[in-house]
């Protein structure tokens, strides 16, 4: 008997170790969902997303995300850029002949912006990247189309003519102006990053209607174009709160409020330290603002009621765009790559278990929505603008399911997330 209860005691410890220490299993395989990815990214955006979400699967370290993604205050050193599986992408799909942006943008000057963050970890390795990189951030900063905010302030547009605000531009550009500006120790260019989320924002939060009738305000339309109303023909407009432009701006915020918090201006620098601090601490409480805002409206927005994922449009059942509302695998995926990231960076604040909890509900949602290939779907359809209707796979679906893993996995090693796996399906799989 004594024996007995001994053997079991050491199962019972030798299945606790071997959870611990096995891959956490997320409810699907990343892998595939990489491949698929891989297999269907041809557009701008595509390519630096599908960078990015190589470079948080296999290569923390090289991301904002990473313990200490600035080594003596500078961005990181790639001795071999072919054995860093994102860099090797991004080194096939760069342009390094002279052009203004990083590669064809189809009239988008930020969309090419995404691949910008490669192009600085690149340049370490071949200073051609290093003069793409520039080119790319000097367009930006001096020659793009501007969108005037006020009488003192304009944004950079989104796309060339006329003036347009994405709420994507929020994941292109600011990040990878923030990353430069620690390449090139210039704190200019992270307030201009800062900046530019706060007036995207004054453009284009608006109110949502909630399912129990109240409004929440802090969500984001998805277009705004000057003049408001386009031409029929002209791309774009979209004056509603699509769910994907609303998480490429909560996540591209996060990666910025990430590069801000985990940056310290080396010593032999030229920022002056005080006048660092005072800023971090100002653009933390701007970011974070921001962002709360965003999260508080998204959490309380009612999910999609048979898929479980958040929806397509946020705008509530009264607004005109509950007639194409769906189910939405690939923005549910990016907010909850976003929340699982704020909450190692901001744990007193975001890492509490109701928000975590609402990030554990997106994952499960969205694991259920990969098909045995790796496709994620139902996916808005980034083809047409508005999204109306969901398509069966986009490269960015895949590449934001890859991101929501690895920040969900980082999570869990981090402490903040616990590991709930279910022993007994684990037990079970053994025998
Ligand atoms: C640069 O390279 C790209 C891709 O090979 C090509 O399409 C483009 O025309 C080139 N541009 C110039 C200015 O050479
Ligand atoms: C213009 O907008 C920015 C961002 O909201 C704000 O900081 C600035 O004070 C505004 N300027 C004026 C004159 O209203
Ligand atoms: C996915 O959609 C494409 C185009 O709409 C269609 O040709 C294809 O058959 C669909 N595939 C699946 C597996 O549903």
Redesign the pocket.
């Known amino acids: 008997m004594k024996n007995y209860a001994v053997s079991l005691a050491v199962a019972a410890c030798a299945a606790a170790i071997w959870i611990l220490l096995s891959t956490p299993d997320a409810g699907f395989d990343p892998q595939k969902v990489l491949a698929r990815g891989r297999a269907i990214t041809s557009r701008s955006w595509e390519f630096g997303t599908f960078t990015e979400a190589l470079l948080e699967f296999y290569d923390r370290d090289l991301t904002v995300f990473g313990s200490d993604p600035f080594p003596r205050g500078r961005i990181p050193r790639v001795a071999d850029p072919s054995k860093v599986e994102g860099l090797a992408y991004a080194r096939s799909v760069i342009?390094t002949?002279?052009?203004d942006l990083l590669?064809?943008g189809e009239g988008s000057a930020a969309d090419p912006a995404s691949l910008g963050r490669a192009a600085l970890l690149l340049s370490q390795y071949d200073g051609t990247y290093y003069e793409a990189a520039m080119r790319q951030a000097d367009f930006l900063m001096k020659k793009a189309t501007r969108f005037q905010v006020n009488v003192t302030h304009s944004a950079i547009s989104h796309r060339e003519e006329p003036p347009e605000l994405w709420g994507d531009f929020i994941y292109m550009v600011p990040p990878f102006l923030a990353y430069y500006s620690v390449a090139v120790q210039e704190m200019r260019i992270l307030e201009t990053a800062v900046l530019q989320c706060q007036l995207y924002n004054a453009v284009l939060r608006t109110s949502i209607s909630l399912d129990d009738g109240q409004t929440c305000h802090g969500l984001w339309r998805h277009i705004i174009s000057e003049p408001a109303e386009l031409e029929p023909g002209v791309c774009c407009s979209d004056p509603d709160v699509w769910l994907t432009s609303n998480a490429w701006a909560v996540a591209g915020m996060t990666r910025v409020l990430a590069t801000i918090l985990k940056w310290r201006p080396p010593p032999d620098s030229s920022i002056d330290r005080v006048q660092y601090d005072t800023f971090r601490s100002g653009s933390t409480a701007a970011l974070k603002g921001i962002i709360d805002a965003m999260l508080q409206c998204t959490v309380k927005q009612r999910r999609d009621e048979k898929s479980g994922l958040l929806k397509n449009y946020l705008d509530g059942l009264s607004h005109r765009s509950a007639a194409w509302t769906y189910g939405d695998a690939a923005g549910t995926a990016l907010m909850a790559s976003a929340a699982y990231r704020l909450a190692v960076l901001l744990p007193e604040v975001y890492g509490v278990p109701s928000f975590l909890d609402w990030a554990e509900q997106n994952r499960r949602a969205v694991a259920k929505h990969v098909s045995h290939d790796g496709r994620v779907s139902p996916v808005a359809d980034v083809g047409h603008v508005p999204s109306k209707n969901p398509v069966n796979q986009t490269s960015e679906g895949q590449s934001m399911a890859i991101l929501m893993y690895s920040a969900w996995r980082d999570c869990m090693a981090a402490g903040v997330c616990r590991r709930n796996v279910r022993l007994w399906d684990t037990i079970s799989t053994w025998w």
């Open positions: 342009w002949n002279g052009t590669v064809d």
